[in-house]
């Protein structure tokens, strides 16, 4: 069981245009399996808490936030919660359309680091649980 982990401890500060924070990859990339996989799910909880996403009373937000339940930007579904979201280069997208969109896309990325923790999302599970 992983330990717990604190999502400002893996991220910087949040950004003022949309107030998530950008990861911090080396640290990310040393954690075991199961704690990546616990990270990211938190990072998905973050566009719920932050955005309203999939509650009965979406929070207030800009105009270019649409809708308070995403949808998949590739095959156009409904993405149940945060354990089926992978964010990726804006998107939003479940975890089978993700690991086609990252397929095509993925050599085009520069930064190792980052290809790496792409890679590793890539690898996750189609819905991940604690």
């Not at 979201?85 to 690991?99: K, V, W």
């Amino acid at each position: 069981m992983p330990k717990n982990l604190n999502l400002a401890d893996f991220t910087g500060p949040p950004c003022a245009w949309d107030g998530f924070r950008d990861p911090h990859y080396e640290k990310i990339l040393a954690l075991s399996d199961e704690e990546f996989k616990l990270l990211y799910l938190l990072r998905m909880e973050e566009y719920r808490d932050k955005d309203g996403w999939w509650k009965e009373e979406p929070a207030p937000k800009p105009i270019w936030k649409a809708s308070s339940i995403p949808e998949c930007s590739k095959c156009h579904k409904v993405i149940a919660g945060p354990a089926e979201l992978r964010r990726y280069a804006g998107r939003s997208l479940h975890g089978p359309c993700f690991r086609k969109v990252y397929g095509k896309e993925r050599n085009d990325e520069p930064d190792e680091w980052k290809r790496r923790y792409w890679d590793r999302v890539a690898e996750l599970p189609d819905v991940l649980e604690r």
